[in-house]
């Protein structure tokens, strides 16, 4: 699982997961962009899941991108055309249509 | 944010690093020579790579391929660091360096990170209403110019390349330096002559 499956330019949404809600984990998907739709910017190399490597689990290798985002359709607020530019791992992203 | 170290939390330390020490995890002088290596790292290491780039074509070049290869050509040790990203800004174009999450900062080219860094306030504030965080700063962007807010939630650390201010031709790269401040690596000021 390390070469990358999404391109630059390649829409995504980012998994409207909540693992907090299931128990001790360590995410590195901010809140704020779960179940938010991007644009994978460039792939950045694949690195051991952090989520494995909190908890000294074996930490496969997965593909890690920068994504930009539209700023602020996030929040309601702010000026067109500012973006938001976020590190997430392969398997926080789903295709958006 | 800092407190003094309690008694209990320095024995809690000296166990941990033991602890580490007798797994063959990390030796006391490896301990000891990263804290070295961050206690020397300072912000006019990114200030004199950005120079170099503004005066150099083949650095320019290397900075934006490889951002860890572009400080150790500044002599920098990158072993066991995050790689380094560069976001350049353009015409256009401005980056503001966040970490909602935590407080990941370039170390290895910035030193330690400011307090306000890790502040609830900047981390909540820069990535929601980043020029209402920029006036604060009383850094005025062109109109025009779109903010593109780098939130660091991963495996880099990200320093902003700014734009060569105008007014500075003919300078050598050591004055040049002198121009750009931590707060310009981060993204908070502009370089100002």
Redesign the interface.
């Given at each position: 699982m390390t070469e990358p499956r999404f391109e630059p330019g390649a829409r995504i949404r980012v998994k409207a997961d909540f693992p907090e809600t299931r128990g001790p984990c360590h995410i590195r998907t901010p809140h704020y962009l779960r179940g938010r739709e991007g644009a994978v910017e460039r792939p950045l190399g694949a690195f051991p899941n952090p989520e494995d490597l909190a908890f000294a689990r074996p930490a496969a290798r997965i593909p890690l991108y920068h994504v930009r985002f539209d700023q602020p359709s996030l929040w309601n607020e702010g000026q067109a055309g500012d973006t938001v530019l976020v590190e997430l791992y392969e398997h926080w992203l789903e295709p958006a249509a | 944010m800092a407190h003094a170290a309690s008694p209990d939390s320095i024995a809690l330390l000296e166990r941990f690093t033991a602890a580490l020490a007798a797994r063959g995890i990390v030796t006391e002088d490896q301990i000891a020579a990263q804290i070295a290596r961050t206690d020397r790292a300072d912000p006019r290491i990114g200030a004199a790579m950005v120079a170099r780039a503004w005066t150099d074509p083949d650095y320019l070049a290397l900075m934006r391929r490889d951002g860890s290869a572009a400080a150790e050509a500044m002599g920098v040790s990158m072993a066991g660091a995050p790689?380094l990203?560069v976001l350049e800004d353009r015409p256009g174009l401005h980056h503001l360096v966040v970490c909602?999450?935590c407080s990941c900062y370039p170390r290895a080219v910035l030193g330690y990170p400011p307090h306000w860094y890790k502040s609830a306030a900047y981390r909540a504030r820069a990535?929601?209403?980043?020029?209402g965080v920029l006036a604060e700063w009383g850094t005025t962007l062109p109109e025009a110019t779109?903010?593109?807010?780098?939130?660091?939630?991963?495996?880099?650390r990200w320093m902003v390349l700014p734009e060569r201010p105008a007014g500075t031709e003919g300078w050598d790269a050591d004055r040049l330096a002198s121009l750009v401040t931590r707060d310009a690596l981060v993204g908070t000021r502009l370089p100002r002559p």
């Open positions: - | 790689p990203g909602t999450l990535v929601r209403d980043p020029r779109q903010i593109r807010v780098v939130d660091s939630t991963a495996d880099y």
